[in-house]
């Protein structure tokens, strides 16, 4: 299987494949948005930015994946499916434990430098409240999905670290 994986990551499909689903995903969270009319919370948005960075790893791994910028991306990879793992659990104990005293943002806290809210607020513009649970499949609210989502993004951008020291036999 690390073989495998080895093989996927030195061709183009299988980084386009993780950027197309990451994009996919992003797809999804601005249909919930602006159709069903779910405004997200500033841990959504944060969310977001995890997942345009899984979509930005699968963008540079794709560019020329035989080359050392193939380890930019898997490092790009790793710390965008962590982070978004780590933001998801923070929204679920949000959701599943509310707390008048523990509250998100009103606002995303963007750098000065990049103020994506303000480029673009259809996208990064927030509006929902962290707590509120408006969306559940199989009892399970958006988070949590998106702990699992983010979960399998760094098991495989793991097993994929792993199985760059293999070379072609």
Do not use: K
């Not at 499909?13 to 159709?35: D, K, N, T, Y």
């Amino acid at each position: 299987m690390l073989t495998y994986l080895y093989r996927c990551s030195r061709g183009r499909g299988a980084w386009l494949l993780l950027a197309l689903s990451a994009l996919a995903l992003e797809l999804v969270a601005l249909w919930f948005q602006h159709v069903l009319g779910l405004m997200p919370c500033v841990m959504c948005i944060y969310e977001r930015c995890a997942l345009f960075g899984v979509m930005g790893a699968g963008i540079v791994g794709a560019i020329a994946p035989r080359t050392p910028l193939r380890g930019l991306a898997i490092l790009i990879w790793i710390y965008s499916a962590w982070e978004g793992l780590r933001l998801s659990w923070q929204h679920t104990m949000l959701q599943l434990h509310p707390n008048p005293f523990s509250t998100c943002d009103f606002a995303p806290n963007f750098p000065s430098w990049l103020p994506l809210d303000h480029w673009f607020p259809a996208v990064f513009v927030a509006g929902g409240e962290c707590s509120d649970r408006g969306w559940t499949l199989f009892n399970l609210s958006m988070p949590q999905w998106l702990i699992v989502t983010f979960a399998v993004y760094l098991v495989i951008a793991l097993l994929v670290t792993i199985a760059q020291p293999l070379r072609r036999r």
